[in-house]
């Protein structure tokens, strides 16, 4: 009988996170400052901690993860591999299907990863006060479960549409001692302005990271804390592939195919830079980032430098882009709702080295419910998107009969999200493509900085 689990033992446990720019055929391109100039990373120390901003700007290729950081991973690290052997017998494919399953976590995602080490460099600079956004909550729980850790006050903005989508997130970050506010609001410029021109927004990530910076550099005692797009956050995440590694290792298998989901990037990062590593060392494995069709930032965005926020407070950073003021629609996957992507991520796109796929949301949910009546688990509508491909990938090896080796990460489970299976069940779930006029009223507001280039 095949090992459906394949499992770590603690000393398993990363002992470094790996930086994949070590092995980037290019140097990543430099963040700019509004007048178009690179900055140093100096720029970054109003709301970063000395640490972080020295991981942001390395080059070095294992960046060594402190002692407590690793002994509060041990509480839910190493995460568990499964092989899906239902789901290969129900899809009557030659495929080897294994996921990667973070939802063990505290806050039932990935991104605790990068919440507790953020939380303890704040903690050892003196940091008492956090600020953040959020989208589905995931992130803004996982800090404020990191906060309390070390003893960090967290204010969480939270995108509006997901605040009134998703309470009993909400309802986890309050517990865990944060304030969470709805974004776009009352209380920063930022929001205000938002407010103005449209009281009923929905908010959005770049809304919402423009209220979190803004108040983080606004007060002395107070940073801020990202949770997906910088390369500090991608390389915390990194313990997920690294572990993947040696799991393959003991399965005596390997990925022909990886598949993550993608929004900033970090999860999809986290899974993939460590393989990128084999791959730049001459390993065949193809790497899939999915992202949704109603916010298609890899497929169908321009490569340029634009702000990671709304109000451009941050700097502008080289990325795929969809225009920092778009807003997307509405849909249930709101961790992936973001106008840009992960720097590294989006060169690796941009010089053909990992593809991208857009998926529409019923397709998603199909793919989820699927997974969740063969294998068990409920996934995150944002792990729905790896699913579709993984899927897709099956069938299409039942159609060639290669008997390929199929990995996917399952980022979180859908635990707090029933609502959004309750109108996939109910038949009222809507797809949501974009349409290309807003996308591209969108992109006319980009800074006329650095390099423009289309994909």
């Known amino acids: 009988m095949p090992q459906v689990k394949v499992l770590l033992d603690e000393s398993d446990i990363a002992t470094d996170w790996y930086n994949v720019v070590a092995d980037l055929p290019n140097r990543p391109a430099p963040p700019l400052g509004p007048d178009g100039r690179p900055i140093g990373p100096e720029a970054l120390t109003a709301i970063f901690p000395t640490a972080i901003v020295e991981q942001e700007v390395s080059a070095q290729r294992w960046i060594s ?24 017998q129900a899809l009557g494919t030659p495929a080897h299907i294994y996921y990667k399953y973070e939802g063990v976590s505290p806050a039932g995602s990935h991104k605790p990863n990068t919440a507790v080490a953020q939380a303890y460099y704040n903690h050892e600079a003196g940091i008492r006060r956090l600020t953040t956004e959020t989208g589905a909550g995931q992130w803004g729980s996982a800090l404020a479960l990191a906060g309390q850790m070390f003893g960090i006050e967290v204010r969480v903005f939270m995108v509006r549409v997901s605040y009134e989508q998703k309470p009993f997130r909400r309802s986890m970050m309050e517990t865990w001692g944060a304030q969470v506010i709805a974004s776009p609001s009352s209380e920063t410029r930022a929001g205000r302005r938002v407010l103005d021109l449209d009281p009923h927004s929905p908010g959005s990530l770049g809304i ?6 803004e108040e983080a550099a606004s007060r002395g005692d107070t940073n801020y804390a990202l949770g997906s797009v910088l390369n500090h956050v991608l390389l915390h995440q990194t313990v997920i592939g690294l572990e993947a590694k040696k799991q393959f290792e003991k399965a005596g298998e390997y990925p022909d195919v990886l598949i993550a989901c993608c929004g900033g990037g970090s999860n999809f990062g986290g899974t993939a830079f460590p393989f990128f590593a084999d791959k730049a060392a001459g390993k065949e494995i193809r790497l899939i980032a999915v992202e949704p069709e109603s916010c298609p ?3 169908r965005g321009h490569y340029t430098y634009d702000a990671g926020d709304a109000s451009g407070l941050t700097p502008l950073m080289l990325m795929y882009t969809l225009g920092r003021n778009f807003v997307p629609p509405a849909i249930h996957a709101g961790g992936l709702r973001y106008h840009g992507d992960s720097p590294l ?3 690796l796109h941009h010089e053909g080295l990992v593809e991208a796929v857009a998926v529409s949301q019923r397709a998603t949910f199909e793919a989820g419910v699927t997974f969740a009546r063969i294998e068990g688990i409920i996934p995150a509508p944002e792990s729905n998107h790896a699913i579709r491909v993984a899927i897709d990938e099956a069938l299409e090896c039942k159609r060639s009969g290669e008997a390929k080796t199929i990995f996917f990460t399952l980022s979180g489970h859908g635990h707090f999200d029933m609502a959004a299976y309750d109108r996939y069940l109910s038949g009222s779930l809507e797809d949501c493509a974009y349409p290309s006029e807003a996308i591209a009223a969108a992109l006319k507001e980009l800074p006329r900085v650095g390099r423009d280039s289309s994909q």
């Open 65 to 88: 993860i402190p002692e407590p950081v690793r002994e509060i991973y041990r509480r839910w690290r190493p995460t568990p591999m499964y092989r899906a052997l239902g789901l290969e």
């Open 208 to 213: 919402a990271i423009s209220e979190a910076v």
């Open 297 to 299: 930032t890899l497929t």
């Open 345 to 347: 991520v989006s060169q």
